[in-house]
């Protein structure tokens, strides 16, 4: 294993988990994603040709393994049990943190979720976005506009604001 | 100027909900565990060789379609019937002006009307009847159309027709090396008429033709649309989709061009060449752009040309 492999993945190991986390919601599943994620990088390391940042791409590797979990889940969705036991440390954790946007961002359906979660954690623009989704800005922005729309409602008015407006 | 939300207690999203995802948790452990599951991933081949196998059998398909039915040339057999016997069905097609004989015994030759109706069947039993042996064929007279007459006792005859402008026809036998002559009566549609498709039917399939265009995108977006699928912004899946498509319908229309010269007798195959475009354009969607899609438009479309193929046939064969 390569030196500069170990390296990337102290660099970006922690965003990467927590990009896929925001998206599959699951600790468990968001290391299984960046596991992928590295071994997508270390089999083809030549595969990043420079155009962008290090860390753009192994995001854009990162979206394109949750959906591929996201979609693998939807497919079994029939073999899988039902939770019905959470940990106590898990509901100490949770219960410990204040987690309104989470929670909020969660609640949203997944399309309106990663657009948020795109342009405002990963802050790309929306011709980014729309590059690394495949839907023309359009779409992005229309999506960004009805995500903060839904957003709203989920959240308290004393822990959400509109600062500007004003165009993507 | 950009739009942003905030949130009382954090100076932006990003920070927020980094707070909120909690302390780091990608961890030397966990790093660790990364490390292990990627040196213990199995080395995938180097090329998915399904999708490569799965296109060489579908040109193979096409490639072995075309083998079995192709038919160019047709050798006279021996015969018992007369030429004025009833008729089952003929093959027809117009002669060239090189004179040769390009009739083909089988239904999918563009080029070659197999003939089933009734009507078309009555009227050249009517032309086949009224003629009378003569010795040889007029210089004035132009070769019309080559036929193969399909009779009910089972025999098939080579006809050539000759026309002049003096409403008179020279049926000339291959198999026999025997001229016949008639004259068109009033009621008589010629030989050219009689082979050629009619013209209501043939407005109607051009019609048909129309609306599918038309229909498609319409189609394929309520397709789309049911199945939650958006739009992608770029036609293609990758730059080498764009090269290799673009190629590939240029190879298409040169080869089409080429096949119209070396084989103008089998517009058929030469039209199976309209498939390589699209079966690679659907080679690509569904190996590298399959999350979007687009290959569900690219089948659509190979299953379009295949009825409209199989309904020129028909129509040729029925109307």
Not at chain 2, 240 to 264: E, K
């Amino acid at each position: 294993m390569g030196v500069e492999l170990q390296k990337v993945m102290t660099d970006y190991g922690e965003y990467c988990l927590r990009v896929a986390y925001l998206y599959t919601q699951d600790w468990l599943a968001a290391e299984e994603v960046v596991q992928d994620v590295f071994l997508a990088y270390a089999m083809k390391p030549d595969n990043f040709r420079g155009d962008s940042a290090l860390k753009t791409y192994l995001v854009k590797i990162t979206v394109h393994k949750s959906h591929d979990y996201l979609r693998k889940q939807k497919k079994w969705w029939h073999l899988k049990l039902p939770m019905t036991v959470v940990s106590a440390a898990t509901t100490v954790e949770k219960k410990s943190e204040q987690t309104m946007l989470l929670d909020a961002l969660n609640q949203l359906p997944l399309k309106y979720r990663e657009v948020l979660i795109l342009y405002y954690y990963e802050e790309l623009n929306t011709t980014e976005i729309s590059e690394m989704l495949g839907f023309s800005v359009n779409t992005v922005k229309t999506r960004l506009n009805r995500a903060r729309k839904a957003l709203k409602p989920l959240l308290n008015e004393e822990d959400l604001e509109v600062l500007l407006h004003g165009e993507f | 100027m950009k739009k942003i939300w905030r949130c009382s207690y954090m100076e932006n999203f990003k920070q927020q909900l980094d707070d909120e995802l909690g302390a780091k948790r990608f961890d030397a452990a966990m790093q660790a565990r990364v490390t292990t599951y990627i040196e213990q991933a199995p080395t995938p081949p180097r090329k998915d060789l399904r999708y490569i196998f799965t296109m060489i059998g579908a040109i193979a398909l096409v490639a072995l379609f075309l083998l079995v039915s192709l038919n160019p040339s047709y050798t006279q057999p021996q015969i018992s019937a007369a030429i004025n016997d009833p008729i089952k069905s003929f093959y027809a097609n117009i002669a060239e002006d090189n004179g040769e004989f390009k009739v083909v015994t089988s239904d999918f030759d563009l080029n070659t009307s197999h003939i089933r109706n009734a009507k078309k069947i009555a009227e050249l039993q009517m032309l086949l009847t009224d003629v009378t042996a003569v010795k040889n064929i007029p210089k004035s007279a132009y070769h019309d159309v080559n036929l193969i007459v399909a009779y009910d006792n089972g025999d098939r005859r080579a006809l050539q027709f000759y026309s002049d402008d003096t409403m008179h026809y020279w049926v000339y036998d291959i198999a026999t090396k025997t001229t016949y002559k008639g004259a068109y009566e009033d009621e008589y549609k010629s030989i050219y008429d009689i082979v050629t498709i009619n013209s209501s039917a043939f407005f109607i399939f051009l019609l048909c033709m129309w609306a599918i265009g038309w229909l498609l995108p319409h189609v394929t977006k309520r397709i789309y649309k049911r199945l939650g699928v958006e739009k992608r912004s770029s036609k293609y899946v990758s730059e080498r989709h764009c090269i290799v498509s673009i190629g590939s319908f240029i190879f298409a229309f040169i080869g089409y061009a080429a096949a119209f010269f070396i084989a103008p007798h089998s517009y058929l195959y030469i039209l199976a060449l309209i498939y390589i475009p699209f079966i690679v354009d659907f080679y690509y969607e569904y190996r590298y752009g399959r999350a979007y899609r687009q290959y569900i438009e690219s089948a659509f479309k190979i299953v379009l040309i295949s009825v409209v193929l199989i309904g020129f046939i028909y129509g040729k064969t029925y109307f």
